[in-house]
């Protein structure tokens, strides 16, 4: 973070000297002494973003590829004469330790076509589905072992 900082102050300053080099050296530490202190900056953190970015690129992917199918589902309820939906509540239980992982899981339920997150109370989620078969699954869905192996891999770092 330190030479992010440092490089910034180069590129903003548009040209390289000896003054600016001490200043922008002396800057950059207050700086990142100031987010440390007061921000809650940590190098430890920054490793472990770096760690999981590999799990969020795959999650991103799985999003999307379950939104196309999601998608192909709800068009052949709208465009089907003869498929009459069936709405549903459904609720489910989940074992996330951080509403980070909370968060997201009814965030993606949310962004898929044809369920809507209603409710979200401790471990339990609330669903709404345009059709029941859009909602088998989704206590056991890619979406939440993805976001337990984030979970897993987070405590383990901490470790």
Known sequence: MFILIFA???ILNGRVTAEICCFGLIISAALLFFMCRFMGYSVKREILLFSLMPLFIRY??????????????????????????????VYFDTNFRRDLS????????TLTPG?????????RFCVHCLDRKLAEGLDQSVFVKLLEEMEE??????D
């Open 8 to 10: 910034v102050w180069l």
């Open 153 to 158: 891999k987070e405590e383990r770092f901490y």
């Open 115 to 123: 369920t809507i997150t209603v409710s979200v109370e401790g471990d």
């Open 60 to 89: 991103f992917w799985v999003l999307v590829q379950e939104i196309v199918k999601a998608n192909v589902e709800v068009l052949k309820i709208i465009l089907s004469p003869i498929m009459e939906p069936e709405p549903a509540l």
């Open 102 to 109: 909370r968060a997201m899981l009814a965030d993606s339920i």
